[in-house]
């Protein structure tokens, strides 16, 4: 699919990784909707990106939000052939903290967000998606959900992060094999430690502690190196159903 032919929405738009995959495709002719619960920076970004895009207050856990912000997004765009899904939360937390143990509602509000946010996103998407009309090879869209490599190496504190970004990578191939009657490839992007808004805040030592960590090229990720990475899976029509990892070779410490 060439990047001036998409037409995208992503959530977690307004900040981030999801910002930054907004203005890499905007950017290269594609047109975006940015999906999202704040409403400040939704103004903002659409003000950086222009006419390509366009704001949408949906909140990912909301399946009727999901369906009607989508339908509104494709209406405006002419179509939707792309979901990109990088709205998320940390949900730190130990399971047995100095406190007590873990209280179930932190565990299921992480879980809801980053696992069912994602999966509302992508069966709404296919739902228009499989209606488009196909392409030579019968391609109809593309379905990209994030991951982080703390699915495989979850730190502690990281329990509640670690199970919900470990489903995601868990439907991936199912959901691939199921769309394929449908001609819809569904991927996954494992980051790293990447350089977002969340790090911002961090002491130094702490930062050059996390850059020491990732063993080539020893710093933190960019934002433009996930929108690359997503840019290449919506272009090469041979990804599908696998996670790619992006993380500079980093195998996270227990803690």
């Known amino acids: 699919m060439q990047l ?49 895009a366009s704001y949408h207050r949906a909140d990912v856990t909301n399946e009727d939000g999901i369906v009607a912000s989508l339908k509104q997004a494709a209406g405006r765009m002419g ?23 873990m209280p179930l509602k932190n565990f299921q509000t992480t879980v809801m967000v980053n696992l069912i946010g994602s999966f509302n996103v992508a069966k709404a998407a296919a739902a228009i998606m499989q209606d488009n009309v196909p392409a030579a090879d019968g391609e109809r869209g593309v379905i990209v959900n994030t991951a982080s490599i703390a699915a495989y190496e979850g730190q502690i504190g990281q329990a509640a992060y670690s199970a919900s970004k470990g489903g995601v990578i868990g439907m991936t191939l199912p959901m691939a ?39 080539y090229p020893s710093r933190l990720g960019t934002p433009e190196e996930f929108a690359a990475t997503v840019a290449f899976i919506l272009e090469n029509r041979y990804m599908n159903g696998s996670v790619i990892r992006v993380d500079g070779a980093i195998r996270l410490a227990p803690k």
């Open 4 to 52: 001036d032919q998409i037409k995208a929405v992503i959530t977690g738009g307004v900040s981030g990784l999801g910002l930054a995959v907004a203005r890499h495709l905007a950017g290269r002719g594609a047109k975006v909707a940015l999906l999202d619960i704040n409403d400040e920076k939704g103004a903002a970004a659409v003000a950086e990106l222009g006419a390509a």
């Open 79 to 101: 179509g939707l052939n792309a979901a990109i899904s990088c709205a998320g939360i940390l949900g730190a937390g130990r399971v047995l903290g100095k406190e007590g143990p």
């Open 177 to 215: 094999r199921e769309f394929a009657r449908i001609g819809v490839r569904v991927m996954t992007v494992a980051p790293g430690v990447f350089h977002t808004p969340m790090v911002d805040g961090m002491p130094q030592q702490v930062y050059d502690s996390l850059c020491a960590q990732v063993p």
